[in-house]
Structure formats: C-alpha cells, structure tokens
C-alpha cells in the first residue's frame, strides 16, 4: 500500500483544498481504501459499476454557518447537487446528517433545516434518509452537515478528463471568489466590509442540463471549483488530462470587493472557494455560442471564454496577465481559508 | 408546519436514541423537511421513488473510537450496512464522510481508515465515494464519520409494519446489549472491567440475506436494535404496526457481564444499543426453522424467539419477568449512553 503521508497530526491546511489536502487524500485516504478494494476516485461523484446511478458525499463544517448570500444548510444542498451536477447526472435524492453539538440553540437548528428544506425544494431533490447525533459541548460547533447526492446520467452527458484535447476552450460561468471573501468577511477577518458581497451559493443543475441538452457531448468536463478555487481545479484537470491549460487573467471576471480583499490579505481570487459556479471544458466550435446560452440564464450572466487549452509534456496552468506576462498558476498551499465549506 | 419541538437548545439526551431523540426528529427535524416536499420517513432506510434502489445515512461519533470488539470506523460501515439489510436491500456501495479534529494524530486517521477499508472488504461493499475536513482543535473530537449506503431490495422481501399482525412471533439473533456496556467500560465509566465484554458490531447482512432466502415473505418485519435497545425498537414497531408486542424476559439472551453492569448501574439491558443484532418478526409458522437457521450462523448462535404479537387497542410494548410479572417496556427516557454510535 502507498501511504506516503508523512505528516505526524493533522493540521487545518490538511482541509483548506489546496495542496496539503491532495496529500491526505492521496497520500494516506486513498492508498488506504484503495488497498481494500475500493475504487481509486474520492472526493467526487462517482458511477456506481454496472448502473446509470451517481452518488457523491460531503461534510459541510462552514463557519459562521449564516453569511450574506446563505447558510450552511443551503451550502450543504448545493454543494452535493453540484458535484452530482459537473458529473453529468441529474439529482434525484439527497440524505442529510447532522451533528449537533450540545447547547447549540433550537433557533439555529430551525433555520438550518429550514436552510436544507428550501434548497431542496428549490431544486425538486428530496431528502430521502437524514440522521442526527448530539456531541458534548466543546466538541463541535453548533452544527455540522453531510450530505450524500445520488443522481442518474444525463443522456447525452459523456465527460471525463480523458476527453479533454489541446483547442478545446475553458469556460467560467461568473465571477470567482465570492463566497469565499464572503465568509472570510462575516468571520471578522478583513478590515473592511461591502454590502455587495454576497456569498454565490447556487445549484447549477439548470445551467448544466442547458448544456448538456443544447450541446451534448460537446461538453468535454466539468467542474464546480469550491475549496481551493479556479486554480486548484485546473490544476487537477491540467494533471489529469496531461495537457497545458492557458487562463487569460483579463477574462476571468472577479468583482471589486473581491478583487479589494485579495489585494490586503495576498491571496489570489483564483484561490478562493466558489459555490455557484461552473468551469467547463467546451469544444471550441461552439464555446462561443454556450457562453451566450449561459449569459441568458441567472446563474451565468457574467460567464466568459476565460482560457485554452493546449499540448504540453508538463501538466500545467499558466495564467497570462493583462499585461502579456505569464505566471505559473499553482494550487492553493497553506491554509488561508479554513473550513470555507 | 407541525414543528412542536419546544425545548429551547439541543441536550445530550437529543442524541440517547430515546424519547428525547424521537422527540427531535419529529418535533423539528421531519416537520421541517416534509413542509418542504421531503418524504417522512427519516432516519432509517429509504426507498427511492421508482426504482428498486434504496438509501441510507448515519454519522458516527462513538466514544472512545476504539473499544473491545470494534472501532469507529468499522462501527461506521456496519451501522449503514445494518440499516439497508434490515430494510431487505442488499448493499452495493458506501461512501464515507469524515470530520477530523486538528491535532488527531496520522496514527488514529490511520486506524480508523483502515477499520472502514477493512470493514468495506469483508462486505465486499466498496466505498465510492468520501469527502474530507478539518475543524479547529476543540471544535471536534479526533474523527467523525458519515457513511451513506446504496442498495438493492433482494427479490423476496416484502417487509414493513403494515405486514406485522397478532399472532407473529418476535424473533433475536442474539444477546442484547454487549456494544452500549463494552463502549461504557472503555470510557471507565463502570466499577469494573470484564475480559469477556465485546462489542457486537457486525455486519447483518449475510443472515437477513439468508432469511430473504429461505422464508420470502414470511419475514415481515426486520430491525436492527441500536441507540435506545430492543425496547426503543420494538416500540417504534408497536406504534407503527398499532399492536401490543409481549416479550418473555427469560428468552432474552443477556449476557452476565452485562447483566452484572446494568445492574450496578439501574440501567436495562433492553435500552443498551447493540451493533450486531436482528429483532425481526416472523410469521408463525416459520419462526422456529428460522431460529434453528439463525442458530447454524456465527451472527446468530444464540438466536431465539422471545415474544409474540398481539391485538390491542393501546400501542405497547410487555416484559413478563421471569415470575410470571408483567411490565411495560417503555422507550430509553434521559441520557445514560451518549456517544454510544
């Protein structure tokens, strides 16, 4: 078994999405399932063998678990429709578990499953099966959520990195780093707040199936890129498909307050978590017009051509400036942004 | 919305698996979800809406994560196992969801990894799918797990407690109680310590599938017993099924430690939590060939009939004590066993 984790204890960058979290999850999560026979993909959806079945599963632990835009309820709905959603498969159900530490309050319970209930049925997606466990106070912190997703293929859905080619065309559906300054900003952590910062929190199903049913299997990939942001899931793609993948810095659209934040705390808004947006991977003959189906819909009013892809012997993200220079885009490392979902 | 739930935060007894934890559920919890679409039915197995699959979700958060007999995280992947064979489905797939505490040393991620790998193999179950986070130190306790399963309803079952009718017979696969005592004297909560306590965490699902088998439809009923006991369970079955149930006490197989703990400590065998036992109702006619059947299984040496269902106007559950006494068995009231799953 390769476990290569060398780490004595776990430490909060091990969650932050970026690259301490790839080494546990490669280093010791995976090795060590994998070496019981279970399949090697963790983390995203997953097909279940012989079936048109996809199920996902994630822990949802944000804090402060209420912030401009949404709740952890509502995060923990759309986060698990999502990663069914860039796999393919339409949500059919979802299972919520909670965790509620002793003393937490029965008003934040309420809003809550309030949050969980409306995001639901926003969606049309049941809760199927839920479970609720008391921990003493001091160990938790108010409420935690898992929720598992299952979904069924879309017919004409057929992504995957291996489909993945140089020309093809990168595609955001908005402007990135929302909800993490969001949170950071309802923690207390930045030294300014914005009335205009909201969390983007949002179930991408509805522009997904336009996709998928206007263009098929022209729609190569796809990704929600929450912890870690833009560049740590290109980055996974650019190892994944073996390919070099060239974003232009002008074309990704990040707002002022965004752009304000990363500025005073040295973060890059390609760090930073999104909740409600899609980056896809489009063969280019009709980029152009899925950019326009998608500015049609709510949900991708400010989508944009935002890079290419291209041939490479090094898997890799380079991020042109506006100023023609070229930067190496790497993953997130360190944990500036911990327990962000 | 029928949210009657009226104590002002959530205590520990929320979480016992008895009135209180019932109280929760469908005080707050299940009135909140089905106002907005979700079905009823939560916190067991549920089957989803034209299709032959069905689900399941708990989380884990025993005390301490490893005791004699068991861990965490093979706790984690038999509990989800249990519930969807229980519920006549054969188990395809698990995912698992884990919340670690930072400081948690690699060793106890390790171990508890190696528990559900282990675990997932034996059932030849694969998990498809996991998720990680990180708390802050304090705002956990080491590992928690969230698994969900996924299975298929074996061709022959047609269980529920609509099935259940005077006349059945109450059927165990074993001694009750071993798991909820062996995890209280790992805590050190008990005056003594006993060689020969051991959890009984196991996976059900080769003698439910043996049941199905051989008796079809004559297996009307099936539940695993564990926060809250047999007692909690079999109450949950005479509300539902609006029957009496009768329970001879001497038929119960207990073990003498645990006799011996729950003694000490005024506490009832039939309201300790059990991680490897089946409480199932039988038609009469079969019950004593599905005993001796049972009783050829590792899981169910010491299975036996211990009581009957009968007509009633007063949904209940009976104990008639080894004198010839009859008692009423209620639901686990306060908290004696936090943490126990």
Redesign the interface.
């Known amino acids: 078994m390769n ?1 290569w ?1 060398k ?6 960058s ?3 999405g970026g690259k301490a ?1 790839r080494k ?2 490669e280093g ?2 995976a090795p ?2 994998t ?5 090697v ?6 097909n ?1 063998a012989g079936t048109d ?1 996809w ?7 944000v804090s402060p678990s209420s912030f401009p835009g949404g709740t952890l309820g509502e995060l923990a709905v759309h986060g698990t429709l999502n990663d069914l959603s860039v796999a393919g498969a339409e949500p ?2 979802i ?12 008003d934040e ?2 809003l809550q ?2 949050a ?3 995001a ?2 926003d969606a049309n997606v ?11 106070h ?4 108010g409420v ?1 959520i ?1 929720t ?1 997703g ?1 979904g069924r293929s879309h017919p004409k859905a057929r992504l995957g990195p291996a489909r993945v080619a140089p020309g093809d065309v990168v595609v955001c559906s908005g402007s990135v780093g929302d909800h993490g300054i969001t949170v950071l900003m309802a923690r207390g952590e930045l030294d300014f707040t914005s009335n205009s910062l909201r969390s983007d929190t949002a179930n991408l199903w509805p522009i997904v199936k336009e996709l998928l049913d206007t263009f098929g299997d022209s729609v190569k990939w796809m990704r929600d890129p929450t912890r870690g942001g833009i560049a740590s899931t290109l980055n996974e793609l650019a190892c994944d498909a073996k390919v070099e993948i060239m974003i232009e810095e002008s074309q990704v659209p990040v707002t002022d307050p965004v752009r304000g934040a990363c500025e005073i705390l040295g973060l890059d808004p390609f760090h930073i978590a999104n909740e409600g947006k899609l980056v896809a991977i489009l063969d280019a003959a009709i980029a152009h017009r899925a950019v326009e189906l998608l500015r049609e819909h709510p949900l991708g009013r400010s989508a944009s051509t935002i890079g290419t892809v291209h041939e490479s012997t090094t898997p890799m993200v380079v991020c042109r400036t506006e100023f023609g220079a070229h930067r190496t885009l790497d993953m997130l490392t360190g944990d500036p942004l ?2 962000i979902c």
């Open positions: 476990v984790f780490d004595e204890e776990i430490l909060m091990h969650g932050a979290s546990l999850i010791l999560v060590i399932l070496s019981h026979g279970s399949p993909c963790l983390g995203d959806s997953f279940i079945y199920v996902t599963t994630d822990s949802f632990v059919l159900a299972t919520s578990a909670i965790i509620i530490e002793a003393g937490t309050s029965k319970v309420n499953l309030e969980i209930g409306r639901s049925q049941p809760v199927v099966a839920g479970d609720t466990k008391v921990v003493e001091g160990k938790g912190d935690y898992t598992t299952f911990p327990r």
